[in-house]
């Protein structure tokens, strides 16, 4: 009779009769008096969302102080319950680190409970490799059902601390769960979409991590392959920024050997990585067709919205949000969409809103908080901007991009030292970001360190070229690069640089205005005036274009008596004719827009940035233009 109801009961919950279930196990219950059975019912009660009549069940006798899974359980109804410190009065504020597997250690034998026999768990031993040696005592006095749960509830631990903004405890508790259990994927992945961990941390984490606990139930010889599988997984989940070929090399092993190519989750970590890598055409086409299939994914949307609003598809984001508010009005990604569209339309007020209401339906929402912090940006305002920006640092303390943009605003008010001490952070953080590495550049040069913002410069555009970025993404970097050349002296360099900004058929006053600087110190006068004539021709209200052009016609008259027969430029000539302090080239950087990292973060990241070029004002001296350089 025990075994029929079983059956039964597993049969109802398998096609979602709850009632039947219930009905069911509430007799079966009344059999046995199983602490598994009690279990069973709890299970299902949770299932149908009673959190309150499961705990009831949970707390008859000693249920929860016996049995783990038990504890596990009434737990996660507090947590349902939002009784956040019910939950962990259950859990208790320790973690279990004695039964943590190191790693490279031998994998012990586990036994695990058969969890339908009657009067209790009936053990018998797991097939495990030979050669493997406990790694405690303790651990190895455990058996394989109660590991799984004590690493879960160290998962419910963390979720607990998240919810009461301690993020480094939470962070601690995800981290043990992982450790003692391997395959607690929903650890795992908190650590990776709420950015708690900089990416080398995340790649040392991983390395921590001791996979040969994995065993194939009835065929131990898998388990090797099991235990590698699982690991090339886990590293697509990891940051794109720090090992973009330890991924591609994952990714293509799991597309290859496992017929994974066109899964969602490998799809969305390319289409991740080629967005940090200013890829965005790519990244779309790869999203796209995720969402050709599975239209409400909501794991993909952040990426999906972001590479929509670099590419300045606004019908696009109009309609999706559309479709997402009519269909998911409860999801925050509905709102992320709603706000990004607005945002794309320059209607910054509604989109703050809309990104505010997402971030309070989820609080640990990367995108839409940084979402909303760029809204202060696009207005201007840096102070509540700066204020948005460190909430996000401190809620998304792995990813670079929040001290990034504190670094970016404290630029735009002047404050080099302390836009200095951001960007650091950040480098700390990720060294191998174009775009940080663009507005590093951007502050040595204000701070007159010119060989330093070179070479600032020239990494980020060695990197970019690494990734095969989209050119006319780095143009305002090659700009900036050419003005920091210019200033060096270092003109012939400085000016095939700019030269090789307008072959990108950029049509920018400033540039031929720059050009035309660099050629005039270079004593090519007539040459000037041709460049200052084409900047006049985009722009011919341009004062500093225009005074440039008085100065050079006349220094070419006077040189030659008539326009356009030069004689060889002699030193002194006309190099130093403007000082660094009458023209000084003022390039600053610019917040990037929506991201997603997998802060995001993370995502989930993202990312744009910024980046300045020469600009004129009346009084002959050089004045700064912000360019997105993601436009």
């Not at 797991?126 to 109660?146: I, L």
């Amino acid at each position: 009779m025990e075994r029929f109801l079983r059956d039964w009961r597993l049969d109802a919950v398998n096609k979602h009769q709850y009632d039947t279930a219930i009905f069911v196990a509430d007799k079966l219950l009344a059999l046995t008096r199983d602490d598994n059975d009690a279990f069973w019912l709890a299970q299902v009660h949770f299932s149908t969302g009673n959190y309150s009549r499961a705990q009831s069940f949970l707390s008859r006798g000693d249920l929860m102080e016996r049995t783990p899974q038990c504890r596990y359980l009434a737990a996660h109804c507090s947590i349902k319950l939002g009784k956040t410190e019910d939950a962990l009065s259950i859990l208790g504020d320790k973690n279990p680190t004695h039964l943590i597997s190191a790693p490279g250690s031998a994998r012990q034998k586990l036994r695990h409970v058969d969890v339908n026999t009657r009067g209790g768990a009936r053990h018998h031993k797991m097939g495990s490799r030979s050669e493997r040696q406990p790694t405690s005592e303790e651990r190895d006095k455990e058996d394989v059902n109660n590991l799984k749960y004590e690493a879960g509830m160290c998962y419910l631990r963390g979720v607990c601390y998240a919810k009461q903004n301690s993020f480094d405890r939470a962070k601690e508790c995800y981290k043990v769960a992982v450790q003692i259990d391997v395959q607690c994927f929903e650890a795992f992945d908190a650590l990776m979409a709420n950015s708690l961990m900089s990416p080398a941390e995340e790649w040392k984490f991983l390395e921590s991590l001791n996979f040969d606990t994995i065993t194939v139930a009835n065929n131990p010889s898998l388990s090797q392959e099991a235990a590698q599988f699982t690991k090339t997984l886990y590293t697509t989940r990891l940051s794109k920024y720090s090992k973009p070929d330890e991924f591609t090399t994952a990714t293509e092993t799991l597309s290859t050997h496992y017929n994974l190519a066109d899964n969602p989750d490998i799809l969305l970590a390319n289409a991740d990585l080629k967005f940090t890598q200013c890829r965005f055409r790519e990244a779309l086409a790869l999203t796209s067709s995720v969402l050709t299939t599975d239209k409400y994914n909501f794991a993909v949307l952040p990426v999906h919205l972001a590479c929509l609003h670099e590419l300045g598809q606004k019908n696009a984001l109009f309609l999706l949000s559309h479709d997402l508010a009519d269909t998911h009005p409860s999801e925050p990604c509905t709102w992320l969409a709603v706000g990004v569209y607005y945002l794309s339309i320059g209607r910054i007020a509604e989109a703050r809103r809309y990104f505010s209401k997402a971030s309070m339906m989820d609080p640990h929402f990367g995108p839409a908080w940084i979402g909303f912090a760029h809204t202060f940006a696009a207005e201007g305002e840096h102070d509540q901007a700066i204020s948005a920006y460190s909430t996000a640092a401190r809620l998304f303390q792995g990813t670079h991009l929040p001290q990034l943009f504190l670094g970016m605003q404290n630029l735009q008010l002047n404050n080099l030292s302390l836009a200095h001490e951001y960007l650091n952070t950040a480098f700390d953080l990720c060294e191998t970001d174009p775009l940080l590495l663009n507005e590093m550049g951007v502050v040595y040069y204000h701070e007159n360190q010119l060989i330093d913002a070179i070479s600032m410069f020239r990494r980020a555009l060695i990197i970019s070229d690494k990734n095969e970025a989209d050119p006319d993404a780095w143009l305002p970097t090659r700009t900036n690069l050419a003005h920091a050349l210019r200033r060096s002296g270092q003109l012939e360099e400085a000016l095939s640089t700019f030269d090789e900004v307008l072959r990108h058929g950029v049509k920018d006053s400033g540039i031929f205005t720059a050009k035309g600087l660099v050629l005039l110190e270079m004593g090519r006068s007539w040459d000037a005036v041709v460049a200052l004539h084409e900047a006049l021709a985009v722009a011919p209200q341009d004062p500093m274009a225009t005074d440039l052009l008085g100065r050079a016609l006349e220094v070419n008259e006077n040189e030659n008596g008539i326009l356009g027969v030069e004689k060889p430029a002699e030193d002194g000539d006309y190099v130093g004719s403007f000082s660094d302090d009458e023209v000084d080239i003022n390039i600053h950087g610019r917040l990037r827009e929506i991201q997603q990292n997998r802060v995001a973060g993370r995502g989930s990241r993202r990312r744009g940035g910024g980046a300045g070029m020469m600009d004129m004002d009346e009084s002959g001296f050089e004045e700064s233009m912000i360019v997105d350089s993601d436009s």
